[in-house]
């Protein structure tokens, strides 16, 4: 059963980077079937798309976010990881990481992890 | 990019049907057949449950159908049980250039 998990620091200074990092296990992140996401939930509002990362290190990401975002992956530890610079306050949420089956479709999602920005 | 209209909050009683809907643009909803929807009770990982959209992943119950009417994708569920209870999203591709749009949000209360 493919199993992700958010992990990284709950408590980012304004102004700082934001980094995150997703663990896949019960499947490698090297399948050329899947893309690899980030989607967040800020507290009361609904989920919003970040950016995904094919296993080759294509990327692609939402162009309100893409001048702070990088997401990068790393196949020898299965894992993909997020980093957001610049934050404030409006970037606190719950950050989930997700395997993309195709276009708008997201199977396999981590429990999420909450990120507060805050001094 | 803006996010998919979505009603807040719909309502419906056990074994009752009810349908949600998603209006996008003909930039998104309107363009491609790249709608998904997304079960989310609070706290817990959002769960896939329909995409391309009117295709039901292994596992989700045939009471959940999608479908696609020019700009507004819908998400209906019959048969309503106690467990539907949750935020459901919709989620479109739109285009190249921005990508992945999500709803909203909608409220399902089963009364």
């Known amino acids: 059963q493919l199993q992700l998990q958010e992990s990284g620091p709950g408590l980012v200074k304004p102004s700082e980077t934001l980094s995150l990092t997703c663990t896949v296990s019960g499947g490698s992140i090297s399948s050329s079937s899947y893309y690899w996401g980030w989607i967040r939930q800020p507290p009361g509002k609904g989920l919003e798309w970040i950016g995904s990362i094919y296993y080759s290190g294509s990327t692609y990401y939402n162009p309100s976010l893409k001048s702070r975002v990088t997401i990068s992956v790393d196949k020898s530890k299965n894992q993909f990881s997020l980093k957001l610079s610049s934050v404030t306050a409006a970037d606190t949420a719950v950050y989930y990481c997700a395997r993309q089956l195709g276009a708008a479709a997201f199977d396999y999602w981590g429990q999420g992890t909450l990120v507060t920005v805050s001094s | 990019q803006s996010a998919l209209t979505q009603p807040r909050s719909v309502s419906g009683s056990p074994g009752q049907s009810v349908t949600i809907s998603c209006t996008g643009t003909s930039s998104d909803v309107g363009g491609y057949n790249y709608v998904s929807w997304y079960q989310h009770h609070p706290g817990k990982a959002p769960k896939l449950m329909i995409y391309d959209v009117n295709k039901r992943p292994s596992g989700v119950p045939d009471r959940f159908s999608g479908s696609k009417s020019g700009n507004t994708a819908s998400l209906t569920i019959s048969g309503l049980q106690a467990e539907d209870e949750a935020d459901y999203y919709c989620?479109?591709?739109?285009?190249?250039?921005?990508?992945?749009?999500f709803g909203g949000g909608t409220k399902l209360t089963v009364l």
């Open positions: 989620c479109s591709y739109a285009g190249t250039y921005s990508l992945e749009v």
